[in-house]
C-alpha cells in the first residue's frame, strides 16, 4: 500500500519551474522530518531536501541549494518542493520520504533515515 503520494512532476524548459507536492491520506507525518530525494537513470537515489516537523529548519543539497525550496503545510498533510532555474542535470524522478523518527533532525540527508516513500513524480527539464 503507497502511503505518499507526490504530484506536480513534468516536462519543463531548461529555467522553468515547477512545484512539488506529497500528500497522505493515510499517513500522519505532522511530527516528522520529510525529505525528497531523486534518482536519474542509472545512478543512485540521491539526497535533494529535506525540512523539519515544524517548517522551521530546512536542509539542501548543495546542486539545489538557491533554486529549490521545501516547505510543509501541517494542517493539510502535505509536503512541498518548489523547484525554480531548473537544469537539465535536475531530470530525474523524484521522491517524498518520511523520516522514521518523530522529532529528530538526524541523518537528514541519508535514505537509510526514511521508513516511507512515495511511487514518485517524473521531472523532466529539456535544454
Known amino acids: 500500500q503507497v502511503h505518499l503520494v507526490e504530484s506536480g512532476g513534468g516536462l519543463v524548459q531548461a529555467g522553468g519551474s515547477l512545484r512539488l507536492s506529497c500528500a497522505s491520506s493515510t499517513l500522519a507525518f505532522n511530527n516528522n522530518v520529510m525529505a525528497w530525494f531523486r534518482q536519474a537513470p542509472g545512478k543512485e537515489r540521491e539526497f535533494v531536501a529535506a525540512?523539519?516537523?515544524?517548517?522551521?529548519?530546512?536542509h539542501y543539497a548543495d546542486s539545489v541549494k538557491g533554486r529549490f525550496t521545501a516547505s510543509r503545510d501541517n494542517a493539510m498533510n502535505t509536503h512541498y518542493l518548489q523547484m525554480n532555474s531548473l537544469k537539465s542535470e535536475d531530470t530525474a524522478l523524484y521522491y517524498c520520504e518520511k523520516h522514521g523518527e518523530m522529532w529528530r533532525w538526524d541523518n537528514v540527508d541519508s535514505p537509510s533515515a526514511y521508513d516511507h516513500w512515495g511511487q514518485g513524480t517524473q521531472v523532466t527539464v529539456s535544454s
Open positions: 525540512i523539519s516537523w515544524n517548517g522551521k529548519t530546512t
